[in-house]
């Protein structure tokens, strides 16, 4: 289902099914699956639609990036499972509420604009398997022509998550969410022509939302 929604909405994989694979995998294990599955979502969106894309903006995001994110991993094992619950989750629900509201600041412009976007999405990643909101905030904020901004973030997005990937290490192979990846591909691309993005993004942010806070009271209790 999050891949049909990434392939229609051009966002929402990672938002939507980090809650429920953390919920099934723990949080350790659970963000190297949601990584590992974006990382080839990301590779298979970006054959789809290259020409669009900003290598340049895709690079001044993604160093600061891979600075950051194998100090993070290291810092990230001398938590506890159940306090990586609550900030994979945490991060999950405000990652929601500022998409959904269409938070735009100026602050995330330009070179400090674009390093700041990538430390954070480094970190959310590392924590919860999210790279896209900082940098999709940053896009919006740019002013980013809107052909542009799904490939560009495909690009970042394969940088980032192989870099989380050499970071955290490889995940246990499972069959079930690759199976559901490849059926959600295909249904993605049967869809998108016919389903409006705006009418689907709400459902994508509610679910995001749930489950984030799913995963914060599993965390607490």
């Known amino acids: 289902m999050s891949a049909v929604i990434q392939g229609v909405a051009g966002m929402g994989f990672a938002l939507l099914c980090a809650p429920f694979l953390i919920q099934v995998f723990g949080p350790t294990e659970g963000v190297k699956q949601v990584v590992l599955l974006s990382l080839v979502l990301n590779a298979v969106y970006f054959g789809r639609e290259v020409k669009g894309a900003r290598l340049k903006d895709a690079l001044s995001l993604l160093l600061p990036s891979l600075l950051v994110a194998p100090l993070l991993a290291s810092w990230f094992r001398k938590f506890s499972p159940d306090v990586l619950l609550v900030i994979a989750g945490t991060i999950t629900i405000i990652s929601a509420i500022l998409l959904a509201f269409g938070v735009r ?31 999709a905030m940053y896009a919006v904020s740019a002013r980013w022509p809107v052909t542009s901004i799904r490939p560009t973030l495909q690009l970042f997005g394969i940088g980032v998550n192989t870099v989380t990937l050499l970071s955290l290490g ?52």
């Open 105 to 135: 600041t100026t602050q995330l412009e330009g070179r400090a604009g674009a390093l700041g976007a990538g430390v954070m999405s480094a970190a959310m990643n590392v924590a919860g398997g999210l790279s896209g909101p900082a940098v």
């Open 170 to 221: 490889s995940p246990n192979m499972q069959h079930l969410p690759w199976i559901g990846l490849m059926l959600g591909v295909v249904g993605g691309f049967i869809l998108a022509p016919k389903i409006s993005s705006e009418r689907i993004r709400p459902l994508i942010l509610s679910l995001a939302f749930i489950g984030g806070g799913w995963i914060v009271l599993k965390g607490l209790w």
